[in-house]
């Protein structure tokens, strides 16, 4: 059975950094890409990142490029979210995906569930 | 960049059919997924590819895409399938999700 399970929200301060962790079992995962996607507190989802089963393809939404950074290892089976320069607008549960082949571009059949991240002051 | 458009609610009396639309330039050419959201939870994808459906959802869920629009379809619609339903595709090197229609059974 698919599991994901995140890990490493919180709150921090704006400008701040924050290491998200989403622990992976059930399924080979070097096999399926991996995402990020978020939900602001009574808004829709908000794709963030994605990285291909490989590790070698990462693309990333405008609205965190050059701040998160996505990365996976494979040998303990964990997607990173790097965030820096955290602002007010980051705020959200962050959701971990699995994507449902090995490149990106497709749709995200298990979902974990979720780890919220605050930014405030 | 690419927007993907959805109603923000709409509504269905149980047991009748209800139908989600998501619009977006030559959605068609793409393939569209679909994910269910109750209050709390998680989303679940229930239709992926157009109009495949995941093991253990529903056959009551359906889906198609042609030209600028996918829908999801509810036959026979439940109070369990009450929720917000978000429609999504890839596009250069995105993944784009609509805004989101809260499905409203009464």
């Known amino acids: ?37 978020r939900q602001a507190p009574g808004k829709g989802l908000e794709w963030v990142s994605t990285i291909s089963g490989s590790g070698i393809d990462t693309y990333s939404a405008d609205s965190v490029k050059g701040r998160f950074t996505i990365s996976r290892d ?26 449902t082949q090995t490149v990106a571009g497709t749709s995200f059949d298990y979902w974990g569930q979720g780890t919220l991240v605050t930014v405030s002051s | 960049s690419y927007e993907l458009t959805q109603a923000p609610s709409v509504s269905v009396s149980p047991g009748q059919t209800a139908r989600i639309t ?15 959201q109750r209050p709390g939870q998680s989303p679940v994808l229930v239709i992926y590819e157009d109009s495949k459906r995941p093991s253990g959802i529903p056959e009551r869920f359906s889906g198609s895409n042609s030209w600028n629009t996918a829908t999801l379809t509810i036959s026979g619609t439940q109070a369990m399938d009450e929720a917000d339903y ?7 090197s995105s993944v784009v999700f609509g805004g989101g229609t809260k499905l409203t059974v009464l």
């Not at chain 1, 929200?9 to 400008?15: A, E």
């Not at chain 1, 303990?76 to 699995?98: F, G, H, P, V």
């Open chain 2, 86 to 92: 978000y429609c999504q595709t890839w596009d250069s």
């Open chain 1, 74 to 99: 494979i040998s303990k089976n964990t997607l990173y979210l790097q965030m820096n320069s955290l602002r007010a607008e980051d705020t959200a549960i962050y959701y971990c995906a699995k994507d």
């Open chain 2, 22 to 36: 998501c619009s977006g330039h030559k959605l068609g050419d793409k393939y569209a997924s679909w994910y269910q």
């Open chain 1, 1 to 37: 059975e698919v599991h994901l399970v995140e890990s490493g929200g919180g709150l921090v301060q704006p400008g701040g950094s924050l290491r998200l962790s989403c622990a992976a079992s059930g399924f080979t995962f070097t096999t399926y890409a991996m995402s990020w996607v």
